[in-house]
């Protein structure tokens, strides 16, 4: 039983440029196969290694597997969808899996768009692909495909979806292979060492309405933080790894299991440093602690400060305030650890304007880095559906956040990318004479000039914003770009069927919770039943998470943005 774990080869010019991301998904899901007794299995990194179509080609008429696996967040289900067409077309035999967010909600689009693949695996994919390997091994495959929880698939002209596969309550018995990764192909721009993105939990203990964390994960689980150690112990000590992202969308959630994690790094004396995204009010909450979390070697915190003005906070209904995230950034400077903003831009109430003023914000609180994503709005989420007509592209390949996705009532695309373009100009030659080079502390000084290296070489190369690809050349240029957006494609409108099981799929409540999180689920139920109510932006929330169950829902730290780890390979941290 020969199985094949393919990345697609999508690159958009975001996250990309601090390096080469290593894939965590392909390691969980072959840690666990091998635990269930499959060890025959491969990968190929498209990706990583530009692996052309025809060369893709090449790889499977050789190979010849029984399975071929891939994944895609929604900016790569193209690529995604041609990778497995061409795997069909040289292996006509083999079993062709689909797997990751977008997948999980929006497989009636990818069916109808890509009748060759055989299976969708919906949600967390380890034991629903454990589950289809057996299958096939067995001889159960197709016949017995209907019993497969977790999985959509044709049935003639029939979509079949069945119903969730539980989730994976001891989330330590899922046990990563990261040798089935080249680690020497994994290298992070700024410290010049091999990357790695491991995780301390799954989901998040909060139903959001706006957000896709909890509704893939279905449940929020926390690994043992020693057990997560042990794993980042074989990651440099076996790979040669010298940093690594935390994947959670918000590991200081709990932060009892966060310290745990913290001191088990500080005992072990790791030479590893890590980063991680957080909230502003977690890092408000943790002031006392910060200097403990740079011991533990935690050098880069992203946080989703997100909003140009007061204005747009409230908009977001985000409960940080300005004065919070200059506080919260002045306070990792202090205890020595490097500070990244993020700004989403492009909402539809963008000006020239308002542009200016989250540049001068963002130099006002002084932080190391600084982001301007494109708000996008996933085709899966509530806040897609809520926009209406107002969604002009569904064009998904350029669902990424470097691509004017809306369109601001006060300014075409084009004016827009030039905005966020002067704003990460101004920013990064300001820090490059004024800024890096002057840094006291010579981790935090090795650390920023290496991104400020990792930003100016996809500059120069113009792969930063696919900028070369969009034919942008500065100022001068703005007229004259042209974002590519195929306007064939069209959003496949669900059937009745199809759409009540998604909707029951992202309503069902996760794990039994104690009565007061119930009632405040309740609430927050009722209160998103109103137009953009209860919608809240990463930062958000002004309570935290007891030891236990949390006592009322407030807002995640992630924004609208996928999990990274095993739903995709392209962490939310950039630079």
Avoid at 128 to 145: F, K, M
Avoid at 225 to 238: A, F, G, S
Avoid at 411 to 421: F, N, T
Wanted: proline share 6%; glycine share 8%.
């Amino acid at each position: 039983m020969r199985i094949l774990f393919v990345h697609p080869n999508y690159i958009c010019g975001g996250a990309e440029i601090a390096g080469k991301w290593s894939p965590a998904w392909v390691a969980y899901l072959a840690g666990y196969l091998k635990a269930g007794g499959y060890t025959d299995y491969s990968f190929v990194d498209a990706m990583t290694d530009d692996i052309s179509d025809d060369e893709l080609r090449e790889i499977f008429k050789r190979e010849q597997p029984d399975v071929i696996a891939t994944t895609a967040n929604t900016p790569a289900i193209y690529t995604a969808e041609r990778l497995l067409k061409i795997a069909k077309e040289e292996c006509p035999n083999a079993i062709t899996l689909l797997g990751g967010i977008h997948a999980t909600f929006m497989f009636q689009q990818i069916l109808a768009e890509a009748p060759w693949i055989d299976a969708i695996v919906r949600g967390e994919g380890e034991a629903v692909t454990l589950n289809l390997v057996r299958a096939i091994d067995q001889g159960r495959w197709p016949a017995e495909r209907a019993d497969i929880l977790g999985i959509a698939y044709m049935d003639g002209d029939q979509i079949v979806a069945t119903p969730a596969e539980p989730t994976i309550r001891d989330v330590d018995s899922i046990v990563a292979d990261w040798g089935v990764l080249d680690w020497k192909k994994y290298m992070y721009i700024p410290m010049g060492v091999p990357v790695a993105t491991p995780n301390l939990a799954r989901g998040c203990p909060f139903t959001c309405s706006f957000c896709s964390q909890w509704k893939f994960w279905r449940d929020y689980r926390v690994r043992d933080p020693k057990k997560v150690v042990d794993e980042i112990e074989v990651l440099v000590r076996e790979h040669g790894v010298g940093f690594f992202i935390l994947a959670d969308e918000e590991p200081t959630i709990n932060r009892k299991k966060f310290v745990e994690f913290c001191e088990e790094l500080i005992e072990r004396k790791l030479p590893v440093y890590w980063g991680i995204n957080t909230r502003v009010t977690d890092v408000l909450r943790d002031e006392e602690l910060l200097p403990f979390y740079r011991k533990a070697g935690l050098i880069h915190i992203s946080l989703g400060t997100e909003a140009a003005a007061q204005l747009k906070l409230d908009l977001f209904n985000k409960e940080t305030t300005v004065a919070q995230n200059k506080k919260a950034i002045d306070l990792l400077r202090a205890n020595g650890i490097v500070t990244e903003a993020q700004f989403i831009v492009g909402l539809e109430n963008e000006t020239k304007e308002t542009l200016e003023e989250t540049y001068r914000m963002c130099m006002d609180w002084n932080p190391d880095m600084a982001n301007w994503s494109m708000f996008t709005p996933w085709p899966f989420s509530d806040l897609f559906h809520q926009l209406g007509d107002k969604v002009e592209i569904f064009d998904f390949e350029k669902y990424n956040f470097v691509t004017p996705i809306m369109k601001p009532l006060a300014m075409d695309r084009g004016e827009l990318l030039d905005g966020v373009m002067n704003n990460y100009r101004r920013f990064y030659m300001k820090k490059s004479f004024l800024g890096y080079p002057w840094v006291r502390d010579p981790i935090r000084r090795k650390y920023l000039l290496g991104c400020l290296k990792a930003f100016l070489k996809s500059a120069f190369e113009r792969k930063f914003y696919s900028l070369g690809k969009h034919n942008y050349w500065g100022p001068q240029s703005k007229g004259k770009i042209n974002f590519g957006f195929d306007e064939s494609r069209k959003l496949v409108k669900n059937e009745p069927q199809i759409e009540a099981q998604v909707i029951q799929w992202k309503t069902a409540p996760p794990r039994k919770r104690s009565a007061a999180t119930a009632e405040a689920i309740k609430a927050a139920e009722t209160a998103a039943a109103a137009p953009m109510a209860g919608f809240k932006a990463c930062g958000g929330g002004d309570q935290q998470m007891e030891e236990g169950a949390p006592a009322a829902v407030m807002a995640c730290g992630g924004g609208t943005e996928q999990l990274p780890g095993a739903a995709s390979a392209m962490p939310r941290m950039k630079i």
